[in-house]
């Protein structure tokens, strides 16, 4: 799937103030290195249903070891061990006997101490590796059948299967034994305990997907093989909210178009990024926030929510608001199938303009049959225009005022919405008293 850096600024996959972020709110990582992991995961949406299918069963298969992972591997482990590799020390003898050992923890005492804790995390390393592999078998991934591969080849290694052997139940190993392993670890081991942690933080990156998932009850949708886009969910919420309210969508080749109205703070844009959010998380491999959720694979997706103007290249909003349309319509002319999530559009300049401007606009992308379109506008006098086209649907929230007090439903309603409620608010919040 095709997405820009707008398109995930937009529906907030990654932002500025971490905490506001999608990413965040998956993030249940253990280790650096595994946060880092999933920041590729959330951005590299993948290629094909096969790659779409293997990630939901890596997944799925985490989903039921996540509470038996053993604890001993931690990200102060990789960074110990980290460390162990970075921090220039005396060379270790070798071999390790009565003599040179006592000679190397007098005459480099700092470096031992170092040493005796980095063969400890080490030893605690390996042990939990192993225990993972164990716990991933039999594999239901090519992901997860790679892992367990590459760990048992690994630590497979005679040397390897001694330390660990060895290892005393106590855990206190003789000052010979801790020079002696810690030369294999500097010397002979290197680049294996690197692989390992690489392998281990993606293991961590996809364990907090699996958290998530059973944390916020994700279902993984069914992606459907079809030459036309589509999309029908019920019961899909945006994930960020606290106490979120469902929709049901349903785009498909017959209505691919929805036409959306409603007055300010009643639930368009939420709408609209809840949907866009979904699917690209259901084309990462991951669960969506929905009951359930049939889709077809979606060669890209983009986003017209928060355009803004650039002062530096003399650029004005309205400007930048039809430079991206013309991207968009450029890049949905290669006939491969399409999600276009649309909020507000032409609000940089006046109602005339904006008028026909968007009549113009959606009359253009309606006929675009290899994509679907989501569409939100407070222009709701361009509608009986578009009743005319077939497979546009049109949908609004409704706004309701008792007592000059608004509330709001959040629930989807067939039609078209002639609320205007500016001069409402502006009153209701007293900004009309002060003025006067």
Not at 29 to 51: F, R, V, Y
Not at 86 to 112: E, G, R
Not at 191 to 216: G, M, N, P, T, V
Not at 297 to 315: Q, R, V, W, Y
């Given at each position: 799937m095709?997405?820009?850096q707008?398109?995930?600024n937009?529906?907030?996959?990654?932002?500025?103030?971490?905490?506001?972020s999608?990413?965040?709110?998956?993030n249940?990582?253990q280790?650096?290195?595994g946060?880092h992991?999933l920041k590729?995961?959330?951005?590299s949406?993948?290629?094909?249903?096969?790659?779409?299918?293997n990630?939901?069963?890596?997944?799925?298969?985490?989903?039921?070891?996540?509470?038996?992972?053993?604890?001993?591997i931690?990200?102060?482990?990789?960074?110990?061990?980290?460390?162990f590799?970075?921090t220039?020390?005396?060379n270790?003898?070798?071999?390790a006997?009565t003599i040179?050992?006592?000679?190397?923890k007098?005459?480099?005492?700092?470096?031992?101490?170092?040493?005796?804790?980095?063969?400890?995390?080490f030893?605690?390393f390996?042990?939990?590796?192993?225990?993972?592999a164990?716990l991933?078998?039999?594999?239901?991934?090519?992901?997860?059948?790679?892992?367990v591969?590459?760990?048992?080849?690994?630590?497979?290694?005679?040397?390897?299967l001694?330390i660990v052997e060895?290892h005393?139940?106590?855990?206190?190993?003789?000052?010979?034994?801790?020079?002696?392993?810690?030369?294999?670890?500097?010397?002979?081991?290197?680049?294996d305990c690197?692989?390992?942690?690489?392998?281990?933080?993606?293991?961590?990156?996809?364990?907090?997907?699996?958290?998530?998932?059973?944390?916020?009850?994700?279902?993984?949708?069914?992606?459907?093989?079809?030459?036309?886009?589509?999309?029908h969910?019920?019961?899909?919420?945006?994930?960020?909210l606290?106490?979120?309210?469902?929709?049901?969508?349903?785009l498909?080749?017959?209505?691919?178009?929805?036409?959306?109205?409603?007055?300010n703070?009643?639930?368009?844009?939420?709408?609209?990024?809840?949907?866009?959010?979904a699917?690209?998380?259901?084309?990462?491999g991951?669960?969506?926030?929905?009951?359930?959720?049939?889709?077809?694979?979606?060669?890209?997706?983009?986003?017209?929510?928060?355009?803004m103007?650039?002062?530096f290249?003399?650029?004005?909003?309205?400007?930048n608001e039809?430079q991206?349309?013309?991207?968009?319509?450029e890049?949905?002319?290669?006939?491969?199938?399409?999600?276009?999530l649309?909020?507000?559009?032409?609000?940089?300049t006046?109602?005339?303009?904006?008028?026909?401007?968007?009549?113009?606009?959606?009359e253009?992308?309606?006929?675009?049959?290899?994509?679907?379109?989501?569409?939100?506008?407070?222009?709701?006098?361009?509608?009986?225009?578009l009743?005319?086209?077939?497979?546009?649907q049109?949908?609004?929230?409704e706004?309701?005022i008792?007592?000059?007090?608004?509330?709001?439903?959040?629930?989807?309603?067939?039609?078209?919405?002639?609320?205007?409620?500016?001069?409402?608010i502006?009153e209701?919040e007293?900004?009309?008293?002060l003025?006067?």
């Amino acid at each position: 799937m095709q997405i820009d850096q707008t398109t995930l600024n937009d529906l907030s996959i990654f932002h500025q103030e971490e905490e506001q972020s999608i990413f965040h709110t998956l993030n249940f990582t253990q280790t650096n290195d595994g946060k880092h992991w999933l920041k590729q995961i959330l951005a590299s949406p993948l290629e094909n249903i096969a790659d779409i299918k293997n990630t939901q069963n890596t997944i799925q298969q985490l989903i039921g070891v996540k509470e038996s992972l053993p604890a001993t591997i931690t990200n102060g482990t990789i960074m110990v061990m980290e460390r162990f590799y970075d921090t220039a020390m005396s060379n270790y003898p070798q071999p390790a006997n009565t003599i040179n050992t006592l000679l190397f923890k007098v005459f480099s005492s700092a470096d031992f101490a170092l040493t005796k804790y980095s063969v400890k995390h080490f030893i605690s390393f390996i042990k939990g590796l192993k225990e993972i592999a164990a716990l991933l078998q039999p594999a239901q991934s090519k992901q997860i059948a790679f892992w367990v591969s590459k760990i048992t080849l690994l630590t497979g290694k005679q040397k390897l299967l001694e330390i660990v052997e060895s290892h005393p139940v106590s855990g206190e190993l003789s000052n010979q034994k801790i020079l002696d392993y810690a030369s294999f670890f500097r010397y002979h081991f290197k680049q294996d305990c690197f692989e390992l942690i690489d392998i281990y933080s993606k293991i961590d990156a996809y364990i907090s997907l699996a958290i998530a998932h059973h944390k916020y009850n994700f279902i993984f949708p069914e992606f459907i093989e079809s030459d036309e886009p589509m999309i029908h969910s019920k019961g899909l919420y945006h994930l960020l909210l606290s106490t979120p309210v469902s929709y049901e969508v349903m785009l498909k080749k017959e209505q691919n178009f929805l036409f959306l109205t409603g007055a300010n703070m009643a639930g368009k844009s939420t709408f609209i990024k809840a949907t866009g959010i979904a699917v690209y998380l259901a084309h990462l491999g991951m669960g969506v926030p929905a009951q359930s959720m049939q889709l077809s694979f979606f060669d890209g997706l983009l986003s017209n929510i928060h355009i803004m103007d650039n002062i530096f290249k003399n650029e004005s909003y309205f400007f930048n608001e039809v430079q991206r349309v013309k991207s968009t319509v450029e890049k949905i002319s290669d006939n491969k199938k399409w999600l276009i999530l649309i909020d507000e559009l032409f609000k940089g300049t006046n109602i005339q303009d904006a008028m026909k401007c968007s009549i113009t606009v959606i009359e253009g992308l309606q006929k675009r049959k290899n994509a679907t379109f989501i569409l939100s506008t407070h222009l709701y006098e361009i509608g009986e225009a578009l009743q005319q086209y077939p497979n546009i649907q049109f949908k609004y929230f409704e706004t309701n005022i008792s007592n000059n007090e608004l509330s709001f439903s959040y629930q989807l309603k067939d039609g078209i919405s002639n609320d205007r409620l500016g001069y409402l608010i502006l009153e209701r919040e007293g900004v009309v008293k002060l003025l006067r």
